[in-house]
């Protein structure tokens, strides 16, 4: 078991987050949406894992490199 | 009546266009503007300015009410809209129009109607132009999605009525993949347009997309500005765009050119619009939609024309005839536009950030930015920082312009698309003119690859 901290690809906000504490996800499965410069931008699983922690909600401000999920693998 | 005020209501490189024209003709400018953009250029060059509001458009470049405001405040007789924002928005316009302001586009009812994939649709089929086969009405079933599909035959494509720039499509190339996507498709349109109206049509595979530039006044006089072709697209968001389009030979140009003024004279337009079609791979072609409104890409007409298409707008606003008849307009040469846009140029993902340098190409090459050395690319509006448009005498002459012209713009600071747009414009395809929606997609894919 390792946790890899998935971080955010872009500067702006939260739009919607897909997935729960706890839940089971797959590799390029869509965790959050955000959006940024009216346009969303998925934040996918960089590996098949589980979802230890969410670090932010929805509508939360983001930047570029913010930690916003932490994955268990 | 002559215009002598004009409020813009929009930003960047748009608004700046606008004061140009207005300038140019001896109009007084009024800038809005939100907190996120008080040092922006567009403020400093108007006349005027008022603070509209809060950085995010809903509170400030969508508040209509605040604009109406802003435009009795500052005495401004007409409102250009410029693109995006309200200026596609039937409400706004006809609040312009029961408050005395003129709204430099068409009448409210067309901006309405038009605004409706389903009434739009609907309006041209009964005039005679060409719509793509799928459904008359909303799809309200899954039971009615499967067997219109299998009516026109897979693959098809599911779109928010309400829908736009390419935001809520998606495809299905089988009665499996439609069963298993269409709720979400129908959610996916509450959740961004407020209303779950979906409708089906018949997917077009690598498909082209050209738009016939339109001008019409209150007299009942219609004229085309020749085509643009915009089958350069990311996310089904044009990129490039160029006129005259590579595709089309004497006879097919001839029917779309007519196409278009049909439609635009059957629903009574008035002001500039764009009719956008969708070309299929045996060169029939289909009504898409109608932008009523000025084109982000209006600068690659004005290039082959030589017009000035802002100031046909304030003409034709304020009441005059089109300054030209249809046999005193022509094309002459080519021209190229590229969209400049804050994203990463591999992941098409938006990077907003300040500008740390900036050099722009010299001699020859048309730049409408409204960004300079330290500006600030805010999240809160679109990437699209500046257009670059070259002309020639003819196609290949211009792509050499452009791939010149991109590999001289330094932009530091911020990601963006010039790598991008330098693999298309240097793409064998691109340049043989044999090209289609897909180009982006495989230029990406091919990137990815080699990686």
């Known amino acids: 078991m390792a946790l890899i901290e998935v971080k955010a690809e872009t500067t702006g906000m939260v739009w919607k987050i897909n997935v729960r504490q706890g839940d089971r996800v797959s590799e390029d499965g869509t965790l959050m949406t955000l959006e940024s410069m009216k346009m969303e931008v998925p934040t996918l699983a960089p590996e098949d894992g589980t979802v230890k922690e969410i670090m932010v909600k929805e509508g939360d401000p983001i930047s570029e490199g913010d930690v916003i999920i932490i994955l268990e693998v | 009546m002559t215009i002598k005020k004009i409020l813009i209501a929009n930003r960047g490189e748009i608004a700046r266009r606008v004061i140009s024209t207005c300038r140019k003709m001896g109009i007084k400018t009024v800038a809005v503007y939100s907190e996120a953009d008080q040092d922006a250029l567009h403020v400093r060059e108007a006349d005027e300015s008022v603070l509209i509001g809060p950085a995010p458009v809903a509170q400030s470049y969508l508040n209509s009410g605040t604009i109406i405001s802003a435009v009795r405040e500052t005495g401004a007789d007409a409102v250009h809209p410029g693109y995006g924002l309200l200026s596609e928005n039937g409400d706004f316009a006809a609040e312009c129009e029961k408050s005395g302001i003129i709204f430099i586009g068409p009448p409210s009812r067309v901006i309405s109607d038009m605004g409706s994939k389903i009434e739009a649709r609907r309006k041209m089929t009964a005039l005679g132009v060409p719509v793509v086969p799928g459904s008359e009405e909303a799809v309200e079933s899954l039971e009615e999605a499967m067997e219109l599909a299998r009516e026109i035959v897979y693959p098809v494509m599911l779109k928010a009525s309400a829908g736009g720039g390419g935001v809520g499509i998606s495809i299905f190339n089988s009665p499996e993949e439609l069963e298993k996507g269409f709720q ?30 339109i001008a019409a006044d209150q007299y009942g006089n219609v004229v085309h500005l020749f085509e643009r072709e915009c089958s350069v697209q990311r996310r089904h968001q044009k ?165 010149k012209a991109l590999s001289q713009t330094q932009i530091e600071g911020i990601k963006n698309n010039i790598p991008l747009l330098l693999n298309v414009v240097r793409n064998d395809g691109f340049i043989r003119g044999d090209y289609c929606t897909d180009l982006i997609a495989g230029l990406q894919s091919a990137a990815k690859k080699g990686r």
């Open chain 2, 184 to 213: 979400n498709i129908r959610d996916r349109s509450r959740l961004y347009f407020g209303n779950p109206t979906v409708l089906l049509e018949k997917f077009i595979e690598s498909p082209r997309h050209i738009e016939v530039q």
């Open chain 2, 239 to 403: 990129v490039l765009e160029e006129s005259p389009s590579p595709f089309l030979s004497g006879d097919l140009r001839d029917r779309l050119l007519a196409s278009a003024i049909q439609g635009a004279r059957g629903i009574g337009y008035r002001n500039l619009g764009t009719m956008e079609f969708i070309f299929g791979q045996n060169g029939e072609f289909y009504f898409l939609e109608m932008n009523t409104r000025l084109q982000v890409e209006h600068p690659v007409t004005e290039a082959v024309t030589g017009l000035d298409l802002v100031e046909w707008q304030i003409r034709i606003a304020q009441g005059e005839q089109l300054p030209l008849s249809q046999d005193q307009i022509s094309s002459q040469g080519h021209a190229i536009e590229c969209r400049i846009y804050a994203e990463d140029p591999v992941r098409l993902i938006p990077s907003p950030g300040t500008i740390s340098k900036l050099a722009w190409p010299v001699g020859g090459v048309r730049i409408d930015t409204a960004v300079e050395e330290g500006s600030k690319v805010s999240q809160y509006y679109d990437p699209m920082i500046a257009k670059l448009v070259v002309q020639g005498g003819d196609r290949q002459e211009t792509i050499v312009a452009m791939n």
